[in-house]
Every structure is written in structure tokens, then in C-alpha cells.
């Protein structure tokens, strides 16, 4: 019987996410407060950004939706996220969330699923990149 | 009375620990994360394979990064790195604490960067997620 982990493979691209970043999630997010660049437009200006700023965790709630679909439970109790921020996303952005399947080991009777991950604005920049795994079990 | 002094590189000391307020995990406030990382996981709300609603994975990152501002008064920084290993699903009605430490800083390219490592906590100190988090402080 064909299982979860059989149908991935290395090299696999996972089906992206877009992820169109408002100002009213950003709030929800980090917390209205003042003297945030997240959340007090004046206060990012003069910080010397050209409007308030996503907080680079929400882009590492996006790869884990992603890692989950894959992985599943496997990813919610045995994921893991290692990521680095490389341009800042700005509210209003949108991103698209990317993925290519690295390696496939094995790990405590199941299989440890790595992947290649990484997010682009709209001008194809990339806004932070690095790698995120999960644990399939060999039942699943 | 406490100080709350500014959040400054000279002032950080390697080894210095932090603890978070003690929060309740509400299924209004997994509702409030879902609409902000626009991801809306029917385990966030219904049955999981963990015999019930589960937080998303990410829900606590701004509790480890907030444990700094338990001790300084934070106007500004931007992440760099963030490395997660969840442990356990977050459950509805746990109370949940992050504790942390700075384990390094460093100047790089005229940059000042801060790396603390954290453990978020349930109220039987089971640790659910592990990370770390590097930020570059902008000062001022």
C-alpha cells in the first residue's frame, strides 16, 4: 500500500502560497502599539522604512501552513523552521510562499522530510529563505 | 519600583535570562492568529489528530520575543534569524511562559545584533517549542 511519504519526492516542488499582507493583519499580529515599526506608520518613517513593516515571524507562520499540508501532524509535534530574513515585507506586500524537497532520511521509525524554503515579494525578491522539515511516521 | 532601560547592545550581557508573562491559550486568540497569518487549519477549531483544536505552530513566537521587553523598553529591531523545533502541540487552556537567554552578540558590517535562545513552556514546564532568534537593534 502506497503511503504519504511514498508520494514525495526529492526534488518535488510543494504548491506555493500567496499571501497578500494587510495592514489590519499586521495589527492582529504584533499588537497595536506606538513607537512600532510594525504598527505606528511615523514611527517606521522615522526609523528611515517607507511604511510599517510585516513582523519576519509572520513569513514563518506561512512556511509552517506550508510544511504542514505536507507533513501533517508530523510537522505540528517534529517540525522544525530555520530561517534567515533577507529584505524587510512591507504592509501591502504580496508573498509567495516556495518550497523544493531537499532529502528524504530516516528518523525514530518514520522518515524526516526536508525542504528547500523560501519567500518572494511581488517584485520576485526574495524576502527570507532557509530550510524547514517534518517527521512523516511510516503509517501515515 | 523597576527600571525599564532602553534596549541598547552596550547594555546586553551574554548569559542574561528573561521570562515571559504567564498567557492562557483562548480559542479567541488561535481565532485572531488564524486571521492574521491568514491560515485557517480546521484543526485551529475542530477535531486534530491530537484528539482536539491545536494552536498553530508559530502561535507563541512573540511571547519569546516580547520575554525582553519583561526587562527593557524594546523601540525597535528587525529579525535577522529564527529557528524553531516544535515539541508539542499548543492546546486550548494551557498557560503557557517563555524563557530565555542572550547567547551571543556581535557587530557585524556596522550592525548590532542580539541571538537569545528560548523554551516555550506549559504550566507543568513541558517544553513545547524550542528556538532561537537573532535581531539586529536599531537603537534610538
Known amino acids: 500500500m502506497a503511503t504519504v511519504i511514498d508520494a514525495i519526492a526529492v526534488g518535488q516542488e510543494l504548491p506555493s502560497l500567496v499571501k497578500e499582507i494587510s495592514q489590519r493583519q499586521i495589527d492582529a499580529y504584533s499588537v497595536v502599539r506606538a513607537k512600532s515599526i510594525h504598527t505606528d506608520e511615523a514611527w517606521a518613517k522615522a526609523k528611515g522604512f517607507r511604511t510599517t513593516l510585516a513582523q519576519g515571524m509572520m513569513s514563518t507562520a506561512y512556511v509552517s501552513e506550508m510544511m504542514t499540508k505536507l507533513c501533517g501532524a508530523g510537522f505540528v509535534k517534529g517540525g522544525t523552521i530555520s530561517v534567515a530574513f533577507i529584505k524587510p515585507v512591507y504592509a501591502g506586500d504580496r508573498l509567495t510562499v516556495r518550497g523544493i524537497v531537499k532529502e528524504k532520511t530516516a528518523e525514530n521509525g518514520g522518515t524526516r522530510v526536508a525542504v528547500d524554503v523560501w519567500c518572494e515579494n511581488q517584485h520576485g525578491e526574495k524576502t527570507a529563505a532557509g530550510m524547514a522539515s517534518g517527521l512523516i511516521s511510516a503509517t501515515t | ?140
Open chain 2, 1 to 140: 519600583m523597576t527600571d525599564f532601560p532602553k534596549l541598547t547592545y552596550e547594555a546586553l550581557a551574554i548569559g542574561e535570562e528573561f521570562v515571559s508573562n504567564e498567557e492562557i491559550v483562548t480559542p479567541e486568540d488561535i481565532d485572531t492568529y488564524a486571521f492574521a497569518v491568514d491560515d485557517h487549519h480546521p484543526w485551529f477549531s475542530g477535531p486534530s489528530p491530537f484528539g482536539g483544536p491545536v494552536a498553530h505552530p508559530t502561535f507563541f513566537a512573540n511571547q519569546a520575543l516580547r520575554m525582553r521587553h519583561t526587562k527593557y523598553v524594546v523601540h525597535a529591531g528587525l529579525h535577522a534569524k529564527m529557528q524553531f523545533q516544535f515539541l508539542e502541540p499548543i492546546r486550548p487552556g494551557m498557560r503557557v511562559r517563555s524563557r530565555g537567554r542572550i547567547i551571543d552578540k556581535y557587530v557585524r558590517r556596522g550592525k548590532k545584533y542580539m541571538v537569545t535562545e528560548f523554551v516555550t513552556e506549559d504550566q507543568g514546564g513541558r517544553p513545547l517549542v524550542r528556538g532561537q532568534f537573532t535581531q539586529m537593534l536599531i537603537e534610538g
